[in-house]
């Protein structure tokens, strides 16, 4: 029996990996970088991020990565317009059916705060994490079992839902079932590790 859902946030509840890649190249162009295309890193975190684009220079690295974090307050994240319009829906029914939820994100805790403030989620919401709070971002499990010991479940009482590769990985290995929703067009994820695949998010409603 299901007694908890646990979402990732970026690329779940919110379609928001397509404007971090965008927004991250437009900065990295401000100071001098060129790009060919736009690297996909969704589902990635901060530090393997930045080790991607300066993988030698770490002075340098950590001087981009604070301009970035300037650059971001600048270019917030516009979540009302990139909302998942079936998250608050299915959060919803699944509280009314008595199934705890959870957000777990390697996203900054303000940033969940604000998704759920806009997204008006707190009355269905029992948990959130971020992977800012863990010892270990994903692939390391450490997020969904944390999450998993505050709403009192056992692994194989929840669902993980998730869409990228580290995402995915983590969730397995935290002993539970992991659906992974269906990135957009243009977005490619390796979604293989995954036990179900599922096209929208009101899919996981069918599994409670």
Known sequence: MIKAVLFDMDG????????Y???????????????????????SNEKAIWEYFVPFEPERRERLRLGYAAYQKSHPVPYAELLNPEAR?????????G???????????ELI?????????????????SGHECHAFKPDPEIYLRAMRALGVQPDECLVVEDSPLGIEAGKRSGACVLALKPRPGVA???SGADVVIEHLSDVLEMC
Not at 89 to 97: D, G, I, S
Not at 99 to 109: E, G, L, N, P, T
Not at 124 to 129: C, E, G, H, P
């Open 12 to 19: 779940v509840l919110v379609d928001t990996e397509w404007f």
């Open 21 to 43: 890649n965008r927004r991250r190249v437009a900065y990295l162009e401000t100071q001098g970088f060129v790009f060919d295309e736009i690297p996909d890193l969704s589902g």
């Open 89 to 97: 829906p299915v959060m919803q029914e699944l509280h009314r059916r």
């Open 99 to 109: 199934v705890k939820c959870a957000i777990a994100s390697s996203s900054y805790v």
């Open 113 to 129: 705060a604000e998704l759920v403030d806009v997204a008006d989620l707190g009355a269905f919401l029992d948990f959130t994490i």
């Open 189 to 191: 994820l390796d979604q």
